[in-house]
């Protein structure tokens, strides 16, 4: 059994590696943080997600947060177990970074960098401010002023889920110093239609649908993509079973980008952490302890009787096996180089091998990506990363999954097999596209 670091400069010499390693300072560190949640939609679902979940991210990389939220009960489909919305978040976020210095204050707070959440109030003075919101499927993000969404109470959050990560990631691209023109571009951002509007646009409504059993579902990695998409299929409520292999073991290295990893999942496997998640979900989860290798010798090829499979692994040319063991819908997606997320839909018989996808080599020049591996002192392999990334990966995974559930033959429907999100840049096309295969056009 490994041991827990004892001291702060331990726990982030691990924590942090990862992240250091896609950016070319480290300080983000220093940074002094606040997150406002809007007393107008601090009763609501979307609220409250965007709430704990752009805290979650925070608590990923930066060391010093202070929450700003009138005591509020959380709502019953957060399933939280606690009575205030902020204790709730505050233990979420310092099992994620127990030396962490997290706090709530309900008056006036001066911060380095703010997130405010929903309509904007004097609650904090910041020298950059970021606006988020949330209405459905739509995230907004904003900076001199903010980009208000109608108040929804229903039970789609998925939006927010968006809101929080682009929100959080230009507060990392502020604490880095990334360039102005870099920063995302104010405006909404369409999670169903995967689409980027200007603020003054009249954003599509897409339906919710009633269905939300997703069937018999496999996930091969329940890594940082893993655990987020898991993280997000909980959030929005889906139904059915979920068999998770995964026999690595949650490091503190794991912790900078995976929303459910901390210090109370350390030292067990991934897949036990990612079912003990769900205990108490609509999603029933059986953990498997098992390397993909050792599952297919356990159980034949006819006894996969699964509706979808999520390949979310990437060692030991697991995405090359997958494919050749006659899999149905795939559903994917992954961290890339310069802060990207792709995210593809494989369907069999149909499209191409999703191993062409997914090279399995790895550059040199790519040390330094979040796709590049780093060598551990242990001899293993591991990933340079960055804390957001993994969460919006996740998201597009759940995002699919919901989409599988729209009827046939509408509008919703028409949408491609593969797209990629570069978040280093503003947004802006081509940043931000869906992508034919085989074409750079869309």
């Not at 109608?150 to 110093?177: E, H, R, S, Y």
Request: hydrophobic content about 45%; some cysteine; charged content about 15%.
């Amino acid at each position: 059994m490994s041991e827990f670091p004892n001291s702060p400069e331990e726990f982030y010499a691990l924590r942090d590696d990862r992240t250091n390693r896609c950016i070319s300072n480290g300080v983000y560190q220093s940074a002094v943080c606040a997150v406002v949640l809007s007393p107008e939609i601090a009763h609501t679902l979307s609220g409250q997600v965007m709430f704990l979940a752009a805290a979650n991210l925070l608590s990923r990389w930066c060391r010093t947060v202070t929450l700003v939220v009138a005591p509020v009960a959380p709502h019953p489909l957060l399933g939280l177990g606690m009575d205030d919305l902020a204790e709730a978040t505050l233990s979420q976020m310092r099992d994620a970074d127990p030396f962490g210095g997290f706090r709530v204050a309900t008056s006036p707070v001066t911060s380095e960098i703010a997130l405010v959440i929903g309509p904007h109030d004097q609650a904090v003075t910041a020298s950059a401010t970021v606006f988020i919101d949330s209405a459905g499927w739509l995230a907004s993000i904003g900076y001199d002023s903010q980009i208000k969404l109608p108040i929804t109470t229903d039970k789609n959050c998925l939006g927010a889920v968006a809101a929080a990560c682009l929100g959080v990631a230009q507060m990392f691209k502020v604490a880095t110093g990334v360039p102005v023109d870099r920063y995302f571009r104010k405006g909404i951002f369409d999670l169903f239609l995967l689409n980027w509007l200007d603020g003054n646009a009249t954003p599509q409504s897409a339906p919710w649908p009633f269905d939300l059993s997703i069937g018999r579902a496999l996930m091969v990695g329940a890594g940082s993509v893993g655990s987020a998409a898991v993280y997000c299929t909980r959030l929005a409520g889906l139904t059915g079973s979920l068999t998770i292999a995964d026999k690595d073991l949650i490091k503190v290295e794991n912790f900078n980008r995976s929303p459910i990893f901390g210090r109370g999942t350390f030292d067990l496997t991934k897949s036990s952490a990612v079912a003990q998640f769900l205990h108490g979900s609509s999603l029933h989860a059986h953990s498997l302890p098992l390397w993909w290798n050792e599952l297919v010798e356990q159980q034949e090829r006819s006894s996969f009787d699964f509706d979808v499979w999520f390949p979310l692994a990437n060692e030991f040319n697991v995405r090359f096996s997958m494919q050749n063991n006659f899999p149905p819908l795939m559903i994917h997606a992954s961290t890339t180089a310069n802060w990207g997320v792709n995210h593809g839909r494989h369907l069999p018989g149909r499209d191409d091998c999703l191993a062409d996808r997914f090279p399995v080599q790895v550059s040199k020049e790519n040390l330094t990506c979040a796709t590049g591996q780093i060598e551990h002192k242990d001899g293993e392999g591991i990933d340079a990363a960055l804390p957001f990334s993994s969460l919006f990966a996740g998201l597009l995974v759940t995002a699919d999954l919901v989409r599988t559930q729209i009827p046939a033959g509408t509008e919703f429907c028409s949408l491609r097999l593969v797209w990629l999100l570069r978040m280093h840049s503003g947004l802006g096309p081509p940043s931000a596209r869906w992508m034919h295969l085989h074409s750079a056009e869309p």
